[in-house]
């Protein structure tokens, strides 16, 4: 990572512009063509330096709920485990973790009362007890490279 893909990052965490080309508008705040920062962007996704690239949204204000929830899983049962919890659609994403639970994967739903829901469904389908950890205060953390 260069010191441009550092100001790229910077930048992003900051906000991105609602408009006909906000890449455009990015890329010319930053000295660098559209397409060269697009280019940057994918290349920082496929690395795996960035997970994702997208908005990030306060649900509750929409009416929806999130939760983070844990699973112990056989280590034998992972694999099928996995792949029943990433079938549903509230699932937003999933990762293996080195603890006693280690199936972490967080739902989103458009009520509240369907976290409960669709736990109970995961639990039935899979044969093992879901953690829900639902979130009681939201903290946002910045990252800041020094270019």
């Not at 109970?120 to 490279?145: C, D, S």
Request: charged share 20%; glycine share 6%; net charge negative.
């Amino acid at each position: 990572m260069d010191s441009m893909d550092r100001a790229i990052i910077n930048s992003l965490q900051d906000g991105f512009p609602v408009c006909e080309r906000p890449f455009l508008q990015v890329a010319a705040a930053l000295g660098v063509s559209e397409a060269e920062l697009i280019a940057r962007i994918e290349a920082l996704l496929a690395a795996g330096t960035l997970s994702r690239f997208g908005p990030l949204f306060q649900i509750e204000r929409m009416g929806g709920a999130f939760s983070l929830c844990a699973i112990q899983v056989p280590e034998r049962d992972y694999d099928r485990v996995a792949a029943i919890v990433n079938s549903w659609p509230e699932v937003a994403h999933n990762y293996a973790r080195d603890h006693v639970y280690n199936m972490w994967f967080v739902l989103a739903t458009e009520r509240p009362e369907q976290i409960e829901q669709v736990i109970e469904r995961i639990e039935q389908a899979t044969g093992h007890v879901v953690l829900n950890l639902p979130k009681q205060r939201e903290y946002f953390v910045g990252l800041n490279l020094h270019v």
